[in-house]
């Protein structure tokens, strides 16, 4: 399958990189340094080519250097299958207080959203504070879902944010204590038409999900998964026609505004679902599996989601894999090592020990993070 990459990644006053440039190869990318030296900076770096906050979810101004003139930019080149293309995005210290966003361009032009990035590459990312994915809040498996969703379908981000804003609204009036009718019909009419579309969209990806995990051998290293929805408004675009499940949605905000106006929110909608994740071979919920097995469990759904990427949207993701190695298994490794190779897409991996690498030697670029700076490891 087709596999963008990028070819040289340029940070300036991005957290503790004053200025960087490096050169990347194809393939896997294995980054080893001390815990702190800056190999998850560089992870969130290429994160941030993607719509969104990046992959730890942090306000521009923190990511910003200390230091700095409070902005940052970074900048890539990539080569891919529209052939050569130039990303650059980030902020700028003298923007106005309150804006929060950042600016995107590519090939020089400035582009209208971030969404725009998504013509020329996917990033999906695994890192350590997923492993509590399947034990942590809903709030963080709606996250992890959407961000899947979105590397496949660009207009996914824009209908969360639509849904989000009336949904603050409605709450907003809740608070008021408003008897509006017409002002509440309104917006109730935006959230079911958005929210069924969220709705039918995270259940379009789990099911051609559920499809890709079958690929994978019932016995092999990373388990196969049984994933569903949970949530009434799920069940309601499971079982009906949009346009049906999007007016029982609309008619139960209408119906459930006194309740929702004592709880002082929403209760009803996307924003409530959740991801359900079962172990196959054990016919287990996730949530009751060994941490080592929520690990392999979430691999390999991260996996079979990079393989439907490449097949759906026609490139392969870039992965971005942050400590990866270290809590699996020698033989759990060489499998990642050797699907990775087989999906063909660039994938960044760190970790603190080289040695969990070796079997990649001479199949791999491998970079040493030394706070602020990246260089060649000899020997490989």
Same mark, same amino acid.
């Given at each position: 399958?087709?596999?963008?990459?990028? &070819?040289r990644?340029?940070?300036?006053?991005?957290?503790?990189?004053?200025?960087?440039? *490096?050169?990347?190869?194809?393939?896997?990318?294995?980054l080893?340094? %001390?815990?702190?030296?800056?190999?998850?900076?560089?992870?969130?770096?290429v994160?941030?080519?993607?719509?969104g906050?990046?992959?730890?979810r942090?306000?521009?101004?923190?990511?910003?250097?200390?230091?700095g003139?409070?902005?940052?930019?970074?900048?890539? /080149?990539?080569?891919?299958p529209?052939?050569?293309?130039?990303i650059? &995005?980030?902020?700028?210290?003298n923007?106005?207080p309150?804006e929060?966003?950042?600016?995107?361009?590519?090939?020089?032009?400035?582009?209208?959203?971030?969404?725009?990035?998504?013509?020329?590459?996917?990033?999906?990312?695994?890192?350590?504070?997923?492993?509590?994915?399947?034990t942590?809040?809903?709030?963080?498996r /709606?996250?992890?879902? %959407?961000?899947?969703v979105?590397?496949?379908?660009?207009?996914?981000?824009?209908?969360a944010?639509?849904?989000?804003?009336?949904? +603050?609204?409605?709450?907003?009036?809740?608070a008021?204590?408003?008897?509006d009718?017409?002002?509440?019909?309104?917006?109730?009419?935006?959230?079911?038409?958005?929210?069924t579309?969220?709705?039918?969209?995270?259940a379009?990806?789990?099911?051609l999900l559920?499809?890709m995990?079958?690929?994978?051998?019932?016995?092999?290293?990373?388990?196969?998964? %049984?994933i569903?929805?949970?949530?009434?408004?799920?069940?309601?675009?499971?079982?009906?026609?949009?346009v049906?499940?999007?007016e029982r949605f609309? +008619?139960?905000?209408?119906?459930?505004?006194?309740?929702?106006?004592?709880?002082g929110?929403t209760?009803?909608?996307?924003?409530?679902?959740?991801?359900?994740?079962?172990?196959?071979?054990?016919?287990?919920a996730?949530?009751?599996?060994? &941490?080592?097995?929520?690990?392999a469990?979430? *691999?390999?759904? *991260?996996?079979?989601?990079?393989?439907?990427?490449?097949?759906?949207?026609?490139?392969?993701?870039?992965?971005?894999?942050?400590?990866?190695?270290?809590?699996?298994?020698?033989g759990?490794?060489?499998a990642?090592?050797?699907?990775?190779e087989?999906?063909?897409?660039?994938?960044?991996?760190t970790?603190?020990?080289?040695?969990?690498?070796?079997?990649?030697k001479?199949?791999a670029?491998?970079?040493?993070?030394?706070?602020?700076?990246?260089?060649? &490891?000899?020997?490989?």
């Amino acid at each position: 399958m087709p596999s963008p990459h990028i &070819t040289r990644l340029t940070l300036t006053n991005f957290r503790n990189y004053a200025a960087l440039a *490096v050169d990347l190869r194809p393939g896997a990318v294995v980054l080893t340094g %001390d815990n702190g030296a800056g190999k998850t900076n560089l992870l969130e770096a290429v994160s941030l080519l993607a719509p969104g906050r990046g992959l730890r979810r942090a306000a521009y101004g923190e990511v910003a250097r200390e230091g700095g003139d409070g902005g940052f930019a970074l900048h890539a /080149r990539l080569d891919g299958p529209g052939g050569e293309a130039e990303i650059g &995005t980030g902020t700028s210290g003298n923007d106005n207080p309150g804006e929060g966003g950042r600016k995107v361009r590519i090939n020089g032009a400035a582009a209208r959203s971030a969404e725009a990035m998504l013509e020329w590459l996917r990033v999906v990312w695994l890192t350590p504070s997923m492993d509590s994915l399947f034990t942590g809040p809903a709030g963080d498996r /709606r996250r992890f879902l %959407d961000r899947l969703v979105l590397a496949i379908d660009a207009g996914h981000g824009q209908r969360a944010l639509d849904y989000e804003k009336a949904m +603050r609204g409605r709450n907003r009036l809740l608070a008021e204590g408003s008897r509006d009718g017409a002002w509440f019909e309104a917006i109730e009419t935006q959230m079911a038409e958005t929210g069924t579309a969220i709705a039918a969209a995270r259940a379009e990806m789990v099911r051609l999900l559920a499809a890709m995990i079958e690929r994978l051998p019932g016995d092999g290293p990373f388990p196969q998964a %049984d994933i569903g929805l949970a949530g009434e408004l799920e069940a309601a675009v499971a079982t009906m026609p949009a346009v049906e499940a999007e007016e029982r949605f609309r +008619r139960a905000l209408a119906e459930g505004r006194e309740r929702d106006r004592a709880a002082g929110r929403t209760l009803e909608g996307p924003h409530r679902a959740d991801l359900t994740v079962r172990h196959r071979p054990k016919a287990m919920a996730a949530e009751y599996c060994s &941490t080592g097995e929520q690990k392999a469990l979430l *691999v390999g759904i *991260v996996l079979s989601h990079a393989r439907l990427t490449g097949e759906m949207a026609g490139m392969a993701p870039i992965l971005l894999l942050d400590e990866i190695a270290a809590h699996l298994d020698a033989g759990r490794r060489a499998a990642l090592f050797s699907i990775l190779e087989e999906l063909g897409g660039q994938t960044f991996m760190t970790g603190t020990d080289a040695a969990l690498f070796s079997s990649l030697k001479g199949r791999a670029q491998f970079l040493t993070v030394d706070h602020g700076t990246v260089t060649a &490891t000899e020997g490989f």
